[in-house]
């Protein structure tokens, strides 16, 4: 059973808009929530994280949103850039017996048109 | 500095083969994992060193599968006997401190066909 959902497979947007990713998660022990960037034949690369102690957090071009209640996490990039066209993946970490995994949604590809 | 690197970067082989993946983290990296991605689906966590010990191995799929990282330094992951439904992704990453004080790094993977 997914425990990180990324229920849209693609996103098209142009270059200059904001791209919104989103994801939601069921498991409510999740505290630590992750962003991961994937180009083609390269491995996932981290890209911003958010603590559940926060709603926000932003890091140039890049912000990420998080409703608790709603068990839903945002990335927004603005003004979005071909170079952001990737594989885009949500992650939580999960902790347990003293080991920590993240937890992947199955990603979601975007497109940045020039 | 040098990231995580694996080897080979693909694999063909026969159902019933075996084939050893090989992960050698950042220097000085205490703490290795290995994930997987079958096509089409999340990418799954397999398993978790510190140094030389298996911190949690809960996610590898069955006794085919055998990780070993000796010394503390390289990986390896085997598969013995393949299945097809091994095929797919394998990715290592990496990390300085247990996540999520420290930043988890992958490797670029190794795409693995099992026909």
């Known amino acids: 059973d997914q425990q990180v959902k990324q229920n849209s497979p693609s996103l098209s947007v142009q270059e200059g808009r904001i791209s919104i990713l989103n994801c939601d998660y069921t498991n409510s022990m999740f505290d630590y929530f992750l962003w991961y960037k994937k180009y083609p034949a390269e491995g996932p690369t981290f890209l911003i994280s958010i603590s559940s102690i926060k709603d926000k957090n932003e890091d140039g071009r890049f912000t990420v949103f998080l409703n608790k209640s709603a068990k839903h996490l945002s990335l927004h990039i603005v003004p979005s850039q071909p170079g952001d066209s990737a594989v885009y993946f949500c992650a939580a970490s999960d902790v347990q017996g003293g080991s920590e995994k993240l937890v992947f949604g199955k990603g979601m590809k975007l497109t940045v048109n020039p | ?115």
């Open chain 2, 1 to 115: 500095e040098a990231g995580v690197t694996q080897f080979p970067s693909h694999s063909v082989i026969e159902k019933g083969q075996t084939v050893t993946l090989r992960c050698d983290p950042i220097s000085g990296h205490d703490n290795l994992y290995w994930y997987r991605r079958v096509m089409g689906k999340e990418i799954k966590f397999l398993l978790h060193f510190v140094k030389e010990s298996k911190q949690d191995e809960s996610g590898m799929p069955n006794n085919r599968f055998l990780a070993e990282r000796t010394g503390g330094t390289y990986s390896t992951l085997k598969v013995q006997p393949a299945e097809l439904e091994d095929s797919g992704v394998y990715f290592c990453a990496s990390s300085l401190l247990q996540w999520p004080s420290d930043t988890q790094y992958f490797g670029p993977g190794t795409r693995l066909t099992v026909l």
